[in-house]
Every structure is written in C-alpha cells, then in structure tokens.
C-alpha cells in the first residue's frame, strides 16, 4: 500500500502490457525512440568539439603560454597572469569600467526594448499589417556587423547623409561617428536597431497563449487599455522576462566585441576599450596570451556566478528562473 511518506509508483507505459515493472515497462519506448536518439549523435560531437574541449585552452592563464612550443611545453606560472587583475592594471581597470557602464546602459535601455515593441506590436489590430512590421523589424539582425557599421557611418558620418544635408542649408555639421562622447550612445542606438526586432519573437509568442477571456473580463470590470496591460499582458511576460534576464547576466561582461573593434579606431581606446577588446588587443596582438585567458576566464566565473545568483534570487521570489533548485 502507498503511504504518504512513499512516493507513488509510476504508472506503466502505454505500449507495455499490464502488470510489467516500470524497468521493463520502459524498455518497449526506449526501443521505439532509439532511432530519434542516433540524431542526438553529430550534436554531442558538436558541443564537445567547439564548446567543452576548447575550455582545456584555459590552462594557459596559469603558463608563460609560447604559441610556437604549445601548451604541453610552456612554463607554468601559477597565478602570475592573475595579478593584472588583483594588482589593478590601469588597462585592465579601464577596460572594465568602460564594460561596466555598457552592461548597465544595455540592461537599462536594450533589454527592455524587445518587450515595449512587442507590446505595441500586439495592440495593432490588422495581422496583415503586424506580420509586415514584423518582417520589416526582422530584416537588421540578419545584416553582419560591417554592414550595419557601414550604414551607420553612410548617415551619420562625417560625409554621411545627416552632415551633408545640414551643410547644404548651412547649418554646420554634427560629428556623431567618431565623437568619443557620443560613443556609447551610438553602440546602443546601433544594438537597438539591429537587434529590437528579432528579439520580440519570444514575447510576441508568449502574448499569443494569452487568454483573451481574461481581456474580456478586465474590459468588462471596466478596464482600460493600460490596465489591461497592467493586470494581465505583463503578468504573461513576467516569467520570460526573468528567464531573459537571467540568462543575459550570463554575457554581462560581454558588450560586442565586433561591433566596438570595428569603430575603436576611430574614436581611440579610452571610450572604447572594453574587457573583450582587452583581451584581444593583449593577447592576439600584444603576445600576452596568459594574461588575456585569465581575464577571460575571470569574466567567464563572474558570468555564471551572476547567472546562479540571479537563479537564485528569483526562486526567493517564487520565479521558476533558467531551472529548478
């Protein structure tokens, strides 16, 4: 007899024949699913070639790594390519001061981007119409760094399509690309307008298994349009938006290596130098291998520590979060 403190038996499957054990009612659907599970196999490979064996190239943060000996014969140097970071390298301070302020402008004004223009997007009440929109916002976040990189300087640039016009009605110029004060501005406004678009697919997903009932009942009650958004869409978002968040604290320190070595030299390093840039710039360029993978491989623990942190956090809430304690 099942007791409380005894966890219930399993009922057994479907395919097998009544009075089997969970063990041997299990075998029949293992059997009929073996065949889906061979294309788990160049999958596996994948994420094991490009994704868990290149973490053993992190040994090199604790070497006098020498790319023409190897790993297997560089000297090690235990914490030696650390002491950039607990010493207080002026480069590496500055790289992460500048980082800092990205995250914080892009969780302020990126991340919250995607859910206003999905919201707005579902107030439209023609589907033709929405579907166009869609397709329209779509179409940047195919588009490679250089191109949008290139459009923008087409516009903005020095020669671009603003300067030229406020010049042919005499009204000066405005130097926008390659202004250090404006730089960061420019990387959120570009990330913006590449990116909004394609994020609003999860949200726009998620507001489409809204009950439209319970639009009905607030509108009923006397509801407006904001309380209803209020009362019933954000409560449907709440969850993914979370789960969102969460996993961008992942990449906090990972603001667009592309995008800013694209536009660095333009506006020099002091307002563009950021902890991936560093990493590139003393590593690849400056020979400093050993120093770039330990600042790599700090940023990669305090991603997953902000990651277990926020998880956390939101179980204390009553959240679901990336997965369950």
Do not use: C
Request: aromatic share 10%; no cysteine; hydrophobic share 50%.
């Amino acid at each position: 007899m099942t007791t409380l403190d005894q966890p219930a038996a399993r009922p057994p499957s479907a395919d097998a024949p009544p009075g089997d054990s969970p063990q041997r009612a299990s075998r029949p659907r293992r059997r009929r699913d073996m065949g889906l599970l061979w294309f788990l196999i160049p999958g596996i490979v994948v994420l094991l070639l490009f994704q868990y064996i290149p973490l053993l190239g992190n040994v090199i943060a604790f070497q006098d790594y020498q790319p023409y000996i190897g790993i297997m014969h560089s000297r090690w140097s235990g914490l030696h390519n650390f002491d950039v970071i607990f010493n207080g390298d002026q480069g590496f301070l500055h790289a992460l001061v500048n980082t800092l302020e990205l995250t914080l402008i892009q969780v302020i004004f990126v991340f919250p981007a995607p859910v206003l223009l999905a919201l707005a997007l579902n107030s439209l009440v023609s589907d033709r119409v929405k579907k166009w929109v869609q397709n329209v916002l779509y179409l940047p976040h195919f588009l490679s760094w250089v191109v949008v990189v290139a459009l923008f300087q087409q516009m903005l640039g020095n020669d671009g399509m603003l300067n030229l016009f406020l010049r042919a009605h005499e009204m000066g110029s405005w130097n926008i690309i390659g202004n250090p004060d404006l730089f960061k501005g420019l990387l959120t406004s570009q990330v913006i307008w590449k990116d909004t678009g394609w994020g609003t697919i999860l949200f726009l997903a998620a507001l489409s298994r809204v009950d439209n009932d319970l639009y009905e009942a607030a509108a009923m009650d006397g509801a407006s349009r904001l309380r209803q958004t209020w009362h019933v869409t954000l409560p449907a978002l709440r969850g993914l938006v979370i789960l969102l968040l969460i996993l961008r604290l992942g990449d906090a320190l990972s603001v667009g290596f592309e995008q800013i070595l694209l536009q660095q030299g333009g506006v020099g390093l002091d307002q563009s130098e950021v902890l991936d840039t560093y990493v590139y710039n003393n590593g690849l360029i400056g020979g400093q291998w050993g120093v770039s993978a330990a600042v790599g491989l700090v940023k990669g623990v305090v991603g997953v520590v902000l990651v277990l942190g926020a998880n956390k956090i939101a179980h204390f809430f009553g959240e679901e979060g990336v997965y369950q304690s």
